[in-house]
Nanobody, 124 residues
Framework: QVQLVESGGGLVQAGGSLRLSCAASGRTFSSYTMGWFRQAPGKEREFVASISRGGGNTYCADSVKGRFTISRDNAKNTVYLQMNSLKPEDTALYYC?????????????????WGQGTQVTVSS
């Protein structure tokens, strides 16, 4: 089992940057595929990015490709989401999640562990 705690959210102007962090408890962090999801008010939770257990493979949603980068540091039990060129439509509650299995999975269902989320608000 793993517990996840996100941080780094906040209010930023359009075009700005934020770096989200997700700290995981437990000694098996490196055995999990990690993902970031987001949910805006009135909308369904959507996939943002994922990263393989070793960090060598990543996958991003088309809506954030070229602007967001996912990375991880297994020595620190932490996964990151670097968000650049932020847009108002990126405003959402951002969650990190962990799962066993493929980093190519974009559905939220297979992710077994979730953090509480961190709010990102982008003003125009």
């Amino acid at each position: 089992q793993v517990q996840l705690v996100e941080s780094g959210g906040g209010l930023v102007q359009a075009g700005g940057s934020l770096r989200l962090s997700c700290a995981a408890s437990g000694r098996t962090f490196s055995s999990y595929t990690m993902g970031w999801f987001r949910q805006a008010p009135g909308k369904e939770r959507e996939f943002v990015a994922s990263i393989s257990r070793g960090g060598g493979n990543t996958y991003c949603a088309d809506s954030v490709k070229g602007r967001f980068t996912i990375s991880r540091d297994n020595a620190k039990n932490t996964v990151y989401l670097q968000m650049n060129s932020l847009k108002p439509e990126d405003t959402a509650l951002y969650y990190c999640a962990a799962r066993s299995g493929s980093w190519l999975e974009v559905s939220s269902g297979p992710y077994a562990y979730w953090g509480q989320g961190t709010q990102v608000t982008v003003s125009s």
